[in-house]
């Protein structure tokens, strides 16, 4: 780079200088046994790492972020490889959710403090993936993400099982008496055999794809299996390509778009993705200043089919899915239909349509074609009505249809705690008609709506051979979750929304294709319901949960904290000494 460029370089209000502040900056680096010519005058590359011991999803990261590295190396930069919190979705109590902010407010401090020009992200457990493009997008420099990758298959006495989707299922099989213990641990060993995140079309794999749909990672960013050579092909690529960003000076704002979030929406559709995708998008576009609602959701998903054959709504998992093709042959099929802003920017310099308009697909059971569909009009549905008059969500592709139309007696559970006492109780008045409501697990109730969404079903239903019923609550659910499940209720119970005031025996109607959900009680005795509540006890009297609960917003604005909204950049702070 010549002397201007040099100059615009973030790094060099650091190292550049020749003064006592210099002199701190510049010698503290050499005692690592970095010499001057390798940050002086390059682009420094932070490698943002989420590996941890306790976040299994990221176990391989140490290995990725060496072949960052070496990329960012070969390109002539200066790789600083740096942690933040991880987020560990089976591990943390609890729920991971509730500490994705506080990721996010981490790695925008992180990138802001430090001498940083450009940053590659590696992400791959749920939270993980949004936290870090929320704080990145509010720091908004050069930015690559680079996901983990899904685990290979499981496999369980020559079956494939899935991650997540075969421990419900199986966990409701045990419940009802029709596999033993044995045959459960045995189970386990076989679902996880290697490192990465959940190998179904969960909210790792879902959020890895809207890494790609959204433009910030490079093409086959969603599906190259953790274990497989090319996922570590990938990381050398993009620590390349970021030193290339930074002398372009292409900021993570020119790539996060009205058109790039519109086609990640189509292509959350598309793939039959977790509903998580929805509150993670909306927080995701808060923080890049892009006025992005639920409306957005159903208006532009609405008629688009499911294409993925993949579990918890199909199938096949995620290494079937790379190899018929991976993302880039969905994005083509969307795009030869009109339904993707070609012109979209990404990160590796092309326009979204240049990297899938030739994409080949190899196996057309896996991705099938969008003529004869894996499933028609399967996006997420937003449903509204008195029970949910700021929405709620509804995944179709992994629902009943024969409960998309139902009207159903409301069977009522305060807490989580009462449904776990209740639901196996003989004497528990309910079949499968009734429509299961949960309370107080949404961002403020739990707190950090929790995946408790897709409740248990009652083990004297399961014993009858029921395996679904409606069930409506303000949290979340897993991505590898099925069901007819409305989840995101709002406003919550804990705030006072409409949820809080169900009753058993109240009637309460589904109806899908009009797009509501309608609780049969009228006003009027709403207002003597509401007058009597009282909200439940604070959770917490100090730190971060406390400042969680003040501070949440609802779902349906991304359940971010409310002083987050937003992005202040990446400006020089004051020098420390």
């Known amino acids: 780079m010549n002397d201007d460029e040099k ?81 560990g979705e089976v591990t943390m109590r609890p729920t991971a959710m509730l500490f994705r902010n506080l990721a996010a407010m981490d790695v925008e401090e992180a990138l802001r403090a430090h001498p940083l020009d450009g940053v590659v992200l590696l992400m791959g457990c749920d939270k993980t993936t949004p936290a870090l493009l929320m704080g990145a997008a509010s720091a908004d420099l050069p930015t ?29 099989q045990l419940r009802a008496g029709e596999v033993s213990l044995q045959e459960f641990h045995e189970a386990e060993g076989g679902m996880n055999r290697s490192a990465g995140h959940c190998m179904t079309m969960g909210t790792g794999s879902t959020m890895a794809a809207m890494v790609e749909a959204l433009g910030v990672g490079l093409p086959e960013n969603a599906a190259i299996p953790a274990a497989d050579a090319r996922r570590n092909h990938l990381a050398r690529r993009a620590g390349r390509r970021i030193v290339e960003m930074v002398q372009e000076d292409l900021v993570l704002s020119q790539i996060l778009t009205r058109p790039a979030f519109e086609n990640a929406i189509r292509t959350l559709a598309a793939i039959g993705g977790s509903t998580n995708a929805v509150v993670h998008l909306l927080a995701i576009a808060g923080r890049a200043g892009i006025d992005l609602t639920l409306d957005d959701f159903d208006r532009l998903g609405r008629d688009i089919h499911c294409l993925v054959d993949l579990m918890p709504s199909g199938r096949f998992l995620m290494e079937d899915f790379y190899y018929a093709g991976g993302l880039p042959v969905v994005l083509r099929s969307l795009g030869e239909r009109g339904l993707l802003h070609k012109e979209a920017p990404t990160v590796n310099g092309k326009p979204l349509w240049d990297n899938v308009k030739d994409a080949p697909c190899w196996n057309r059971e896996v991705i099938t074609p969008f003529e004869q569909p894996f499933k028609p009009d399967a996006g997420i549905a937003i449903l509204r009505g008195n029970l949910a008059p700021d929405g709620a969500v509804i995944k179709p592709s992994a629902a009943s249809p024969g409960l998309m139309q139902h009207t159903g007696r409301a069977v009522v559970f305060e807490t989580i705690e009462e449904l776990h006492e209740r639901i196996d109780d003989d004497s528990l008045d309910i079949d499968e008609s009734c429509v299961m409501v949960l309370k107080n697990c949404g961002p403020k109730g739990y ?33 590898t979750a099925y069901g007819t499940v409305v989840l995101h209720v709002a406003p919550e119970a804990a705030a ?9 025996g109240d009637l309460i109607t589904l109806d899908v294709a009009a797009r509501s959900l309608h609780l049969h009680v009228e006003a009027a005795e709403l207002e003597r319901r509401r007058a009597a509540w009282t909200p439940p006890a604070a959770h917490a009297s100090r730190g971060y949960v406390k400042m969680y609960v003040d501070h949440v917003m609802q779902a349906d604005q991304g359940a971010d904290l409310d002083f987050l909204v937003g992005k202040t950049g990446a400006p020089v702070p004051r020098d420390n000494h």
């Open 447 to 479: 707190p950090g709506m929790a995946e408790v969404g897709n409740m248990p079903l009652p083990q004297k239903l399961l014993r009858k051979g029921v395996r679904d019923m409606i069930r409506i609550s303000d949290a979340r659910m897993s991505g």
């Open 496 to 504: 006072g929304g409409p949820l809080a005031l169900v009753q058993n």
């Open 7 to 87: 100059r615009q370089l973030r790094s060099q209000a650091w190292f550049g200088r020749q003064d006592k502040m210099g002199f701190y900056y510049r010698s503290f680096l050499k005692n690592s046994g970095f010499p001057q010519d390798q940050f002086e005058g390059r682009p420094v590359i932070g490698i943002c790492n989420t590996w941890s011991e306790l976040t299994p999803c990221n176990a391989h990261f140490r290995t990725l972020a060496e072949h960052v590295r070496y990329g960012v190396l070969d390109a002539g930069g200066f790789p600083l490889e740096f942690p933040v919190s991880s987020l």
């Open 144 to 172: 690559i993400g680079v996901s983990g990758g899904p685990q290979l298959r499981g496999v369980y006495r020559g079956t494939y099982i899935g991650s997540g989707t075969n421990i419900i299922s199986m966990s409701e």
